[in-house]
């Protein structure tokens, strides 16, 4: 079997090769936003050992970043309601475009290319219609916006290419905001979540709703397993108190299964849930509470509570070469020895950096 | 030496904040002087407004609309109070459905009115209705909005009765389940809700910042729409301009909760005591002046001082409670 550098080099003689890489920026394994000690704020590379490998400055807060498939690039999103994201080439740090909504829209801070890289797709709120849209970008041609579609739901926050590359699923939260209320939620007594699968073209070919008890249950956050399973991550937005499952799995044209910790381990969630991540192969699925300071961990094939790990703070989260990966609003970036949440770390860096919300695997 | 032991004495307790907080007590003070009272006077006004529209609609208009405005006060007394009673059975929504950005209840109203519904006349079968009918907010619409008051509908008051006898029944069971026990739950602490009289006071004290969130962000901030777009059109209350009444009203009843969770801390009440004046000198009952460039500049100003006093809180009252602000727990994405 041929090495990485002469199956690259054999490209290169096709023709075939784009002619830069992920290599060309250091290798990262993961993007992550974060702030800086001095309030400014920056996305970075962060290796598999849990260094900083470059640092863009961002000009404020940042959600979720989307990494190009194949070049160096990523697309960093203000958080919402911003209604710019900024293409940084992750080699210099240049800005190589900045996206802005069209007029009525803002991005709601989570993007996914498409297979080639070529597009790139946002969750948008049509906010004067109170409707979600799925904005679409050439990333070939300067971030073009070359299109849209309907998000099939309100407040779509967190969408993914399929693995079948055929097919987004969106994370329609279903809660409607308007910018000129900020962030306040316009519409909890009325709101309807679902989970949307839709073909490139934006045609629907599946909805997930949740029985009417949980229409309280904001669908947020996803991560795919290799099958096409998709783990899907809530927000409560009833009574603490009364919280339901927090976290769900579901595949095409299967009912959805909900997964939900003991009681005692459940309330520490507080309602809320940041950031998952989903391992098919590992049977493993990964829930983060910054308001409880928690990672939950399930065994998704019989739904068992495997584990808490306890981190203050903690939100961004990735599986990587099946290694579970945690980064905090405290600077830890850590990787956990043990995936059934025997707390022991395999590798543990604290930074002067807030991490963000979402930790982003690359390749 | 001595002096010495104790300065470095006081340095290792530092950290730990100032003064130990009796938690208990704090919960029991903001139960009794706060929740139990408004609540109270809510189940009290609701039902003498229940009585009035029996008696006087549509003969005495103005003493259905004192009876109104007197409970809808009550009931500004109590809205930050967003947990247990209050939720059960979306009864607080049920009470109080605004914003309504798709314009609900006009159209729910219309349609009730022109089928004769029976739920008009079925108190019962009312409670099944969209909430986007229920409570104080569409019986505004019935007293004030010209659609519903010239040439009104035939069976208006019979919907009023009902939507009264509704805003009583609500306003009575939240009343009847915090005196039967979620008040004493709370101030134990000691149960599967609370666990710990920590978690009361956390839910108390995210009761406070998320009122004042919704005052400055929601109050203010629909009507004051950008500044190319105002929407005065979108005050809370216009119709019975209440909308300036609304905001004050709140920032008390606010006032009232931080004072006793932080044992009256200067600072967080002279933030309120600002935030209170602006608004009282406004003069612009339902921010129609958001429109005009000066009138906008106040309603911001207003807006800036409540965001302000929120800060204050956040600054002075969380850590005195334990109470963390992570810098993604208090994302909320």
């Keep these: 079997m041929p090495d990485r550098r002469s199956f690259i080099t054999g490209l290169f003689a096709l023709g075939l090769c784009p002619s830069v890489t992920w290599a060309d920026a250091g290798s990262p394994a993961f993007l992550s936003a974060a702030r800086k000690p001095d309030g400014s704020y920056a996305l970075f590379g962060i290796s598999e050992q849990g260094r900083t490998i470059f640092e863009i400055a961002l000009p404020g807060r940042g959600h979720a970043a989307a990494a190009h498939p194949r070049r160096p690039e990523a697309v960093a999103f203000a958080r919402r309601p911003g209604n710019f994201a900024m293409a940084l080439d992750c080699r210099n740090g240049e800005t190589k475009a900045v996206l802005h909504c069209p007029k009525g829209r803002h991005f709601q801070g989570h993007g996914a290319f498409s297979e080639d890289g070529s597009l790139l797709y946002t969750a948008e709120n049509d906010y004067d219609h109170a409707r979600g849209v799925i904005g679409i970008w050439n990333a070939d041609q300067g971030y073009k916006r070359v299109g849209e579609f309907a998000s099939h739901g309100v407040g779509p926050h967190d969408l993914k290419l399929m693995p079948d590359k055929k097919h987004l699923v969106i994370a329609n939260g279903g809660i409607e905001t308007h910018p000129d209320s900020g962030r306040e939620k316009l519409n909890i007594p009325t709101m309807k979540p679902n989970l949307a699968y839709v073909t490139l073209d934006g045609a629907l070919v599946e909805m997930v709703e949740l029985p009417q008890a949980m229409h309280k249950s904001s669908i947020r956050h996803l991560s795919l397993g290799a099958d096409g399973t998709v783990a899907f991550a809530m927000q409560w937005q009833g009574d603490i108190n009364n919280a339901p499952a927090m976290l769900g799995l579901h595949k095409r044209g299967e009912e959805a299964r909900l997964l939900e910790a003991p009681d005692n381990e459940q309330r520490v969630l507080q309602g809320y849930v940041g950031s998952v991540a989903l391992d098919m192969e590992q049977k493993l699925l990964a829930a983060s509470s910054p308001r409880g300071g928690v990672v939950h961990q399930f065994d998704t094939d019989t739904g068992e509570f495997l584990g808490a790990i306890h981190e203050e703070d903690v939100c961004g989260l990735a599986i990587r070469d099946h290694k579970l990966v945690r980064t905090s609003g405290m600077g830890i970036v850590c990787l956990s020895e043990d995936m059934a949440g025997t707390q022991m770390d395999k590798m543990r860096v604290t930074h002067r950096y807030q991490w963000d919300n979402h930790l982003i695997p690359i390749g | ?333």
């Design chain 2, 1 to 333: 030496m001595w002096k010495y032991c104790l300065i470095l004495y006081s340095l290792l307790l530092a950290p730990a904040y100032a003064q130990e907080v009796d938690m208990p007590k704090l919960v029991t003070n903001v139960v009794n002087e706060h929740i139990l009272p408004g609540y109270e006077r809510l189940a009290t006004r609701s039902a003498a407004l229940s009585k009035a529209v029996e008696t006087s609609c549509p003969d005495n208009l103005d003493a259905v609309k004192l009876a109104y405005n007197e409970a809808f006060d009550a009931w500004m007394g109590v809205s930050h109070l967003r947990f247990g009673p209050s939720e059960d059975n979306n009864r607080a929504f049920a009470l109080a459905f605004w914003p309504d950005t798709r314009g609900f209840t006009p159209k729910t109203l219309a349609s009730l009115l022109t089928d004769n519904d029976p739920a008009i006349h079925d108190a019962e079968k009312f409670t099944t209705v969209s909430i986007a009918a229920r409570g104080f907010y569409p019986m505004e619409f019935l007293l004030y909005d010209t659609q519903f008051t010239e040439e009104p509908a035939p069976q208006r008051c019979d919907l009023m009765a009902v939507m009264a006898k509704d805003i009583a029944n609500n306003s009575a069971a939240i009343l009847r389940d915090w005196q039967a026990g979620y008040g004493e739950m709370m101030i134990k602490a000691d149960n599967d809700i609370y666990r710990a009289p920590e978690e009361a006071v956390r839910q108390l004290y995210t009761a406070l910042t998320t009122g004042l969130q919704f005052t400055a962000q929601t109050r203010l901030g629909r009507p004051m729409g950008s500044f190319e777009k105002p929407r005065p059109n979108r005050a809370e209350a216009r119709r019975s301009e209440r909308s300036q009444r609304h905001v004050l009203l709140s920032l008390q009843a606010n006032r009232q909760l931080a004072s006793l969770l932080s044992e009256n801390d200067e600072d967080i009440d002279r933030g309120f005591e600002r935030a209170i004046r602006i608004v009282e000198d406004l003069d612009d009952p339902a921010f129609a002046g958001v429109g005009s460039i000066q009138g906008r500049i106040r309603v911001e100003a207003l807006q800036g001082a409540i965001t302000l006093t929120n800060d204050l809180v956040a600054e002075y009252l969380g850590p005195k409670l334990g109470i963390s602000a992570g810098f993604n727990a208090l994302d909320g994405d």
